[in-house]
């Protein structure tokens, strides 16, 4: 990825050329490399280097705003032409807000070079290490091995400049047996930390395990999720219910319930893009700098994300969750952090008469925002747990469930927290849970 | 273009690559969308390259934005290097279909360049629905879009194909989001997440009707407010147009995706219970189900003149008479399925990404019915449209999905307005369920422009075309109390 001076520079350079009233330059770069595999083979190696520069330019209570790719500069003037043709064209004003200036933001580390640079021979070798398992036990290897870095540049007219850049690195496989499968992944900052050999065992493990699933009838069980399966509940949390606009325009679950008991008092839940290993930006789309948020505190709702005009329309202050000064969708928390509790994962099972346990979920999508009622399927391990221990693989299931009602019948909290990639601005960071009476309500074939 | 293209080629094949293929593309993109009456206008450029090389049988793929001589080199260079390393983990070799070359330009026919109308004129459409909108207090969100987007691409191959293409397709539609009685209801127009698109030009946008509509559906929304919810219950269905695009595109189109029926979305998207020992045996749905893909079809967003492998654009079936016939296949693939051509469905997002791939124009062949007489042949059920929610398992069997708007029918007769509706089945029993479906007159296509797959992921556009159809005996209104 290029420098910070140069992208900074790049930036400068049109907000100098710029004759608005205002001018906001962010710049996007993301460097992706993929090693994908299935079948135990590499089907697809990819890389790409992109970068895409948005401006904002405003005349007389008019916002233009265009966005290119290339940061060569040939062409700045005639994006600048055109945001002004579009500010120019509009018959209707609206209420402009003034940039924000310079300011100092707080950085935990997030970029290691050699993972940025990691080469396709070195992928291959990764790959090659969990396809031999997986081979050994006559299963097909299908997942990806992933590198890359992503950067972060905002500099507008009234002297703010704003950088940041964190790398990461996936690897994620699916261990797929004659009847079962299973699943593992790990996302890091830094290849230092990727175990690929003990993410693959586990994988391999959840198959051999789940291997000929029983089936048992829908209905409401006990359930321990692993990391993965709460990073896919937590994760509509982030843009629907905490969302900062629907919260205030009585659209959210949350509306009309700050300083409320909603989840089970073992419940905290915080944005925390300083949280380590999440990678999280330090300032908004805007520029202003990201405060920590406490969300649930004990199962209270305590802080709402918030910009500018949320904070207005709440009289709250701004702390920094801007999507973007013309953002209409509202300020969102990006980097859920659900803090660890005392329990660990054999505690969880050993504590349970009758019960399942649900390794990740698939397609999980909003049914009610108002109740967050939400539906998927399980995939790649789930499990009967019976008298304390874990028995028969099962067959997927469907279920169709309120968070905030899983959340309110938590009844354990695990004690290492996961990190889940949540794209270029960083990812969640959540442990296992137990919860009662989570309703399943259909089932599938395998 | 083209000679930035051979050089590419040229470059690749120095470093060893039997096979090259460049992609350059130039996209533009208008988004105009107005919120609670306030406008917010989205212009975006976009330009670059993607090199893709078969070296020994595995694939290489790199990209830049940067189009000069030298980055064209340097990234021929690096696909090369990178399908080398892919070749050390083998297990069988990359063979691509055999396809004719072609020099041609293809272009989306197209009236009125909607990037010529003055954006005034855009906006001021937009304004006047949300004026409709908003006329009312129970409506808290009206959000109003339109979206053009203008792709121009040069495709070169090593094997002499030399294609540019130009293609353009326009969108709009719009939301009402009501509130009250303890409830959030919204209702959309034309279709929801973002109306409906097609491939033309804005002559598309003056046909749609939009602000004849803008009342009804804002007084829907706030009348869904005080509706009855959808029974948990068993009942007939009939599914409008809006709706089975949804059906369509995640029972039938991901699930004869090849790629994803061979493993090779194993990990993401998933794999498909269509697999090859059903070819041209499996009972899919019943005898009056007739699904048909179709990459030339007038309007549709996947109609092309050729795929991003240099295949020209066909139609074939998917499904005859209830029994599954067809996949969608590539160069790569095809020959896995017995054919020794691709069905030229290939693509990728943009030039930073690989193609692969991806659902064509799929569509429900019309019936015969006219839809007054299919509601007055149902004794007890419910008529839903307009996707709200939508998910299904990772074989594409489980599926649940939620729609914006129901009636009941009663004796024959539509009644009451139902809120919260949504219906659950398993694929291909839910497909033999299939007992009527409405005829020509009320069929359309329905763009669907946010369909993920691939890691990195990829979004790609594709319609589908359907009438209302009538299933028997379907889960309804799960979860609700």
Known sequence: MLKKEKLIDFASTIVKMSDADMTTVSVVGNKESLTRFSNNEITQNVDSTKYSFTIRTVYDGKVGIVSGTSIDGKNIKKFLEKAKEISKNQTHKKEILPLPSKTDYFFTKSFDKKTEELSPDQRAKYVKDAVKICAKEKMNGAGIFSNGANSFVIVNSNGLEAHFENSNVTFSITAQAKNSSGWAEQNELSVKKIDVIKSTQTAVEKAKKSKNPKDVKPGKYTVILEPAAVADLVSFLSYTTFNGLMIAEGRSFLSNKFGQKVASEMVNLYDDPYFEGVGGIPFDFEGFPRKKLTLLENGVFKDIPTDRKVAKMLNLDNNGHSLGADDEYGPLPLNLYLKEGSSNLEEMIKTTKEGILVTQFHYVNMLNPMTTTITGMTRNGIFLVKDGKVKDGLKNMRFTQSIMEALSNVLMVGDRCIVQSGGFGGGFAVPALKIKDFTFTSKTEF | ?481
Not at chain 2, 343 to 360: D, E, H, M, V
């Open chain 2, 1 to 481: 273009m083209f000679k930035l293209g051979k050089l590419a080629i040229d470059v690749a094949k120095h470093y060893g690559a039997d096979y090259a293929d460049i992609r350059i593309i130039d996209t533009k993109n208008e988004e105009i969308v107005v919120k609670n009456g306030k406008l917010n206008v989205d212009y975006s450029n976009t330009l670059g390259f993607g090199i893709r090389v078969l070296y020994k049988g595995s694939w290489g793929f790199s990209s830049s934005d940067n189009l000069t001589t030298s980055e064209i080199k340097r990234v021929a260079k690096e696909a090369c290097l990178i399908a080398k390393a892919s070749s050390s983990l083998q297990r069988e070799k990359v063979r691509l279909a055999k396809e004719d070359t072609y020099k041609d330009h293809w272009f989306t026919p197209v009236l009125k360049n909607p990037f010529r109308i003055p954006l005034e004129r855009k906006a001021d459409l937009l304004f006047k629905i949300d004026e409709i909108l908003r006329k009312k207090s129970e409506i808290k969100v009206a959000y109003s879009e339109m979206s053009f987007q203008n792709i121009r691409k040069w495709f070169i191959n090593s094997e002499g194909s030399e294609i540019l293409q130009d293609l353009l397709r326009s969108g709009a539609g719009y939301s009402a989001t009501a509130l009250g009685n303890d409830d959030m209801q919204v209702r959309s127009y034309p279709a929801s997440f973002g109306g409906q698109y097609y491939s033309g030009g804005y002559e598309i946008i003056e046909q749609m009707e939009l602000l004849q509509n803008a009342e009804r559906i804002r007084d829907e929304a706030i009348a869904l407010l005080t509706a009855p919810q959808c029974p948990d219950d068993v009942k007939d269905i009939i599914i409008g147009g809006a709706q089975m695009v949804l059906q369509i595109h995640e029972s039938v189109g991901h699930a004869t995706e090849l790629d994803r029926v061979l493993g090779y979305e194993e990990n993401y998207a998933g794999s498909s219970f269509a697999t090859l020992e059903k070819y041209k045996k499996f009972r899919y749905g019943s005898k009056i189900v007739n699904l048909f893909a179709d990459a030339t079809i007038p309007m549709g967003l996947a109609t092309q003149g050729y795929d991003d492998d240099g295949v020209k654009s066909q139609r074939w079936d998917i499904v005859k008479d209830g029994i599954l016939v067809g996949y969608m296949t590539n160069r790569e693939l095809a020959h896995k399925i017995g054919d020794t051509r691709s069905k030229g469905c290939n693509r990728s997002q943009g030039f930073y990404s690989i193609p692969i791939i991806r659902i064509s124009n799929l569509s429900l062949a019309p019936g015969e019915w006219e839809l007054e007489d299919l509601i007055k042949d149902t004794k007890d059920g419910i008529y839903m449209d307009v996707n709200k929610s939508w998910s299904i398992d990772q074989r594409r069997l489980n599926f649940q999905f939620g729609c914006e708007i129901g009636y009941e029918i009663k004796d024959g007769k539509l009644g009451r307005m139902l809120k919260n509706c949504s219906y659950q089945d398993i694929t291909p029993v839910f497909w033999n369920k299939c007992d009527a479906i409405c005829n020509e007159n009320y069929w359309d296509l329905w763009g669907v422009i946010n369909c993920g797959k691939g890691q990195p992921g990829q979004r790609a556009e594709m319609s589908h075309g359907a009438a209302p159809t009538r299933f028997r005996k379907v889960k309804v209104g799960i979860g609700n109390k």
